[in-house]
């Protein structure tokens, strides 16, 4: 079974920084794409960022130029560094990857850190 476990969110003042970790460990043969996700109070889950194994990167449009994505494939860990934070960064961030194991790909999800924006 692989698991994901997401660290470092918190309670940060606008304009401040945090940086998650997210390290998944189990039984997989490779990790494809990992990705962030964050969920608001009462909107849907939505997109962060993701890089894939080769180091490629997206981002949503609210966060881009704010947040970066990075990993450590020998530690099977994902990073996302958040600079400029606003308000409108509060959510629960969740993390995710894209694995093969027995010739297959599966997806599966941390349990999610919060993040709160606040002054």
């Known amino acids: 079974q692989v698991q994901l476990v997401e660290s470092g969110g918190g309670l940060v003042q606008p304009g401040g920084s945090l940086r998650l970790s997210c390290a998944v460990s189990?039984?997989?043969?490779?990790?494809?794409?990992m990705g962030w996700y964050r969920q608001a109070p009462g909107k849907e889950r939505e997109l962060v960022a993701t890089?894939?194994?080769?180091?490629?990167?997206n981002y949503a449009d609210s966060v881009k130029g704010r947040f970066t994505i990075s990993r450590h494939n020998a530690k099977n860990t994902v990073y996302l560094q958040m600079n400029s934070l606003k308000p409108e960064d509060t959510a629960v961030y969740y993390c995710?990857?894209?694995?093969?194991?027995?010739?297959?790909?599966?997806?599966?999800w941390g349990q999610g850190t919060q993040v709160t924006v606040s002054s």
């Open positions: 189990g039984s997989f043969f490779s990790i494809n794409t």
């Open positions: 890089i894939t194994s080769g180091g490629s990167t």
């Open positions: 995710n990857a894209n694995y093969w194991k027995a010739s297959s790909v599966f997806v599966s």
